[in-house]
Structure formats: structure tokens, C-alpha cells
């Protein structure tokens, strides 16, 4: 199995920014594609950006001017920069990676965008 930790998840106030990491227990190469999803209180999980493995992104309509995903292949970890949040994003933030239809989880971690 791959292991995904993600870290960086806060407490801020609405139009403030996170980063987001997301670190793998092996080579993020090995992955087709990684992606972050979130996951609010009552709601089912969605899916937030994702980048391929030759580089491409793609992110929900809801944060496409907002939010920037990245990796870095060197340290195993894709970020998800995140700007201008809105307190209906409130919601725990998961990291996943997709292998030729295999996907791997992280145990997410909160963002909570409050006043």
C-alpha cells in the first residue's frame, strides 16, 4: 500500500489561505494521477483538483481562479494551494492518488474557514 499523510489544515477566517501537503510513503511517479477532495460535514465527498501525471491539472469550477495544485516528485508531495476561502469550504480535505484504477487515501485533515 501507499501511505498519504496530509497536513496543513487550520482554522482561518474567510478570505485567508492555506497550503495544503500531502506526503507519500514511495514515489509519487508510480501514481497516474493525484487529486485533492474535500468532504463537509453532511455532504458527500467531492472532488477538488486533480494533476496527471504528465502535468496537466484540473479543478472544480468552484475553485478554479482560487486554488492551485501542484507536486514536487523530488519529496514524494503535491500541495494544494489554496486563496480566497469562503466559509463553504469549510470541510475535511482529503489527498488521493490513482494507479491504473487504484486509488490510495489519506486520513485528511480540517479546514475550517470561520470568523
Known amino acids: 500500500q501507499v501511505q498519504l499523510v496530509e497536513s496543513g489544515g487550520d482554522l482561518v477566517q474567510p478570505g485567508g489561505s492555506l497550503r495544503l501537503s500531502c506526503a507519500a510513503s514511495?514515489?509519487?511517479?508510480?501514481?497516474?494521477?493525484m487529486g485533492w477532495y474535500r468532504q463537509a460535514q453532511g455532504k458527500e465527498r467531492e472532488l477538488v483538483a486533480t494533476?496527471?501525471?504528465?502535468?496537466?491539472?484540473s479543478y472544480a469550477d468552484s475553485v478554479k481562479s482560487r486554488f492551485t495544485i501542484s507536486r514536487d516528485n523530488a519529496k514524494n508531495m503535491i500541495y494544494l494551494q489554496m486563496n480566497s476561502l469562503k466559509p463553504e469550504e469549510t470541510a475535511v480535505y482529503y489527498c488521493?492518488?490513482?494507479?491504473?484504477?487504484?486509488?490510495?487515501w489519506g486520513q485528511g485533515t480540517q479546514v475550517t474557514v470561520s470568523s
Open positions: 488521493n492518488g490513482n494507479r491504473y484504477g487504484i486509488e490510495s
Open positions: 514511495r514515489n509519487i511517479f508510480a501514481f497516474n494521477a
Open positions: 494533476i496527471f501525471s504528465g502535468g496537466s491539472t
